[in-house]
């Protein structure tokens, strides 16, 4: 089934069904599910027989789960945090007023400075984030050229004429 459109004469909020927001968001319906087990995400509306109701809202909220998940490789619990932050509530409100009305110049400047401290704090939390992962990655680095050190001492101790013959298929970078 195709999401249902409002006309233009009739103002219908978009309305999709699990399966229909699986395939828009590349996900299954089971990861829908259980995202919805653990809070993370819930249908605007249920139908009479239990079908869930989804809105667009819904919609931008899969999104930045599967994105957060997929792009910046947070775990579930990591992903819950940022949901639940204010931060991301009040971008999602700030948009929400700007779109739905025709809100006064001082009220949009006032919303516009709510969405650049939201949207400031978000990029603080990023940013640890990002370099907790450069310090991971550093740390695994390290590693490797231990491994690496350990492994051409063997290769030494087993036959020192030997050398490249030893070289596994993934060869150690030159640095």
Do not use: C, H
Not at 44 to 54: A, I, K, L, Q
Not at 145 to 155: I, K, N, Q, V
């Amino acid at each position: 089934m195709t999401p249902t459109r409002p006309s233009v004469t009739e103002r219908r909020p978009l309305v999709l069904r699990i399966g229909e927001v699986a395939k828009l968001t590349e996900l299954t319906t089971r990861t829908l599910r259980y995202w919805e087990e653990l809070g993370l995400v819930s249908p605007s509306d249920y139908g009479g027989n239990g079908e869930r109701r989804y809105s667009a809202a819904d919609l931008t909220r899969v999104r930045r789960i599967r994105d957060l998940q997929q792009l910046l490789g947070f775990s579930l619990a990591e992903v819950r945090v940022v949901l639940d932050t204010e931060d991301v509530s009040v971008l999602d409100r700030v948009k929400s007023e700007f779109q739905s009305g025709d809100p006064s110049p001082l009220r949009q400047r006032e919303l516009l400075d709510e969405a650049i401290l939201a949207n400031d704090q978000l990029l603080a939390r990023l940013d640890d984030t990002l370099s907790r992962i450069r310090a991971f990655r550093s740390e695994r680095e390290a590693s490797a050229g231990r491994l690496w050190a350990r492994r051409e001492e063997l290769d030494a101790e087993i036959d020192p004429t030997l050398g490249a013959e030893l070289q596994p298929s993934g060869k150690r970078e030159e640095r």
